[in-house]
């Protein structure tokens, strides 16, 4: 039964993660207007819309993403975004593990 429990929480936890990746946002969430392209406003309004950002945090993660600096986000600038994101992610994780080990109960 022990090892039953050690896969169930495994799968808790590969659905929880299922879960977060599941928030990533797809282009065409963010593209209101369906022209292809993700435009500073766009952006802003999707990034604000939760309220966790401020609009100068978007309009700062914005001009990181818009890579070729047209003034808006393309599709590959988006994908390219969204690798990096997957990285941070990750890195956060491993972060959050070393903040638990360290934690004593
Ligand atoms: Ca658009
Ligand atoms: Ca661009």
């Known amino acids: 039964m022990k090892r039953f429990a050690i896969i169930a929480a495994g ?4 659905a929880a993660f299922s879960a977060s990746a599941g928030e990533m946002p797809s282009f065409s969430d963010i593209d209101t207007d369906a022209s292809g392209a993700i435009s500073e406003a766009e952006f802003v ?7 966790d950002k401020t609009a100068e ?7 990181l993403i818009d890579t070729n ?4 986000i393309s599709e590959v600038e988006m994908e390219t975004a969204m690798e990096e ?3 941070d992610t ?11 080990s360290d934690t004593t109960y």
């Open 11 to 14: 799968a808790a936890a590969a």
């Open 57 to 63: 945090e978007a309009a700062e993660k914005f001009a």
């Open 69 to 72: 600096m047209d003034g808006e």
């Open 90 to 100: 990750s890195d956060m994780e491993s972060d959050m593990e070393d903040g638990m």
């Open 85 to 87: 994101w997957k990285d």
């Open 45 to 51: 309004a999707y990034k604000t819309a939760d309220g």
